[in-house]
């Protein structure tokens, strides 16, 4: 079995050995911390930036995690895949406070070291990088970070006011991310479509992690608002166009807020656009096994943030009918407590 300090090491110095050749550096504020992002590749930062692009920059605070980028491709470093157990999406390995995983469908390296907060992420070529790489990068390092750090990544969307935000949970197809793209260029402002990131406790919020959105053909139909920013976007391997907000609608994207409520979207036929009180067993179960599923690891402690989230917040389940946009009103309402139960 791979020793995961000496791949750790490894690429690490890889990395900052073509760094000093041809680096470059992007830092954000991400839930209040520092994130650096450092490329050893110019075509990897014009990959990857544009999903933060949203995000606060903070050039002269110390960070509080560094994620390390590079290709192959740029400076002729080749990493041979560690030898590491198979896991969920790829492979993996966790050595104490160090983590490394391998894709195997986007063969890649992605390590995390706990003690130095440092992250590596290593792919072949970054002219060939996926489109979904690109519309949320990371993942998987945020997860392991966030997890260290009492924060948790989910997968749901966001949207809200000044007064407070929604978390929009529920299998892939349900719904959350055509209602969340809905609210682009309305009263509410969007925060997230797939992923983004929970800050539990007694008030707990919502931060936004990528300005990116996604939809597929069907979605695009039922968002007249987006569809001239969807007409020349890149399609990910599910074959969903990905665009990122802030480049049609600068103004659209709110990177914190306080979370009101959990909602459940659920497309129905007609009209009709409604909103139900939820048990909080039906809300835990429309959040946790998606978010389980495709962030592995640390599942126990995940649980019990998700678990916290949703006993402290009231949960609903929203019908969404043919027309998207007549979800706004509902939302609002849920999120100034206005929202009567039917």
Known sequence: MTDAAAVFAAAE???????LDSGQQA??????RVIALKFASSTLAEKLLPAFAHLEPAEDAPADLTICCWDG?????????????????????????????????????QAYKAECQVALFWVPDAAKLAAWEQGAPFRRIFHWWSARIGLQLVHGAAVGT????????????SGKSTTA???????LDYVADDYCL????LHPRVHSLYGSG?????????????????????????GKSIIFITEHFPRAVARSLPLRAIVVPRIVAGPTCRAVALTRGDALRALAPSTLFQMPGDRASSLARMSALIRCLPCW???VGNDPDAAQPFLAAIITGEAPAK
């Open 13 to 19: 110095k890889a990395f900052q050995a073509a760094y």
């Open 198 to 201: 929970i800050e539990p406790g």
């Open 73 to 109: 491709a740029s400076n002729g470093v080749r990493i041979v895949a560690p030898e590491l157990e198979k896991g969920r999406g790829g492979l993996e390995y966790t050595d104490g406070p160090i983590r490394v995983a391998w894709g195997l469908d986007d063969p890649g390296l």
């Open 214 to 238: 996604k939809a597929d053909t069907a979605s695009i139909a039922r968002l007249p608002r987006l569809a001239d920013a969807f007409r020349t976007s890149p399609i990910d391997q599910q």
């Open 27 to 32: 830092v954000y504020r991400i839930a209040g």
């Open 181 to 187: 793209l809905a609210c682009v260029g309305s009263s």
């Open 317 to 319: 389940q929203l019908d």
């Open 162 to 173: 000044g007064v407070g935000g929604v978390l929009l949970v529920g299998r892939g197809g």
